[in-house]
């Protein structure tokens, strides 16, 4: 058997368990395909074009890249933890100076919950329609729900 070294990937393959019972082997081996690697490779050139020392040079207009980006700056958060308006904007005015756009973005697109001024990391990747499917970057569905669940 191979060590599996990605985070991410044994962070999907760990949702993937937890969600159908597989073991490790079978859950990774259903999940290695290079549909995982090609969302993975687009995912990172993405964040390279867009982010310099890990801050944002601008807000994409286009939903699919503005949605990858999303992705990328929801990495700050840690899951299960809660947090303040206030820690949330710190965080997002590490990222970008329009913290406000960025958080109701990240709300808008179901990466963070809001309620009573506190905000999480979702407790699980939402459920897309197909049309929306459209402006959502590949890697969404790679890399989320292990990520969200907490798992790796």
Known sequence: ??????RDFKQVVRARMARTG???TA???????????????EQ?????????DGRLAHVPAKRRTRAG?????????????????????EVLLGVHEDFAYLRREL???????????????C??????APHELQEIPAWEACWLP??????G
């Open 123 to 128: 407790g699980q990747a939402p459920t897309r």
């Open 1 to 6: 058997m191979t060590v599996t070294r990605d």
């Open 22 to 24: 597989e073991t490790y």
């Open 146 to 151: 292990g990520f969200m669940a907490g798992t």
């Open 69 to 89: 980006a999303l992705l990328e700056v929801l990495t700050r958060f840690g899951p299960g933890r809660v947090y303040t308006e206030r820690e949330v904007n």
């Open 44 to 52: 990172e050139r993405l964040v390279a074009r867009l982010f310099t």
């Open 27 to 41: 859950a990774r081996a259903a999940l290695e395909d290079p549909a995982y690697e090609a969302a993975r490779r």
């Open 107 to 121: 709300v808008n697109y179901l990466y963070l919950e809001r309620g009573d001024g506190r905000y999480r990391v």
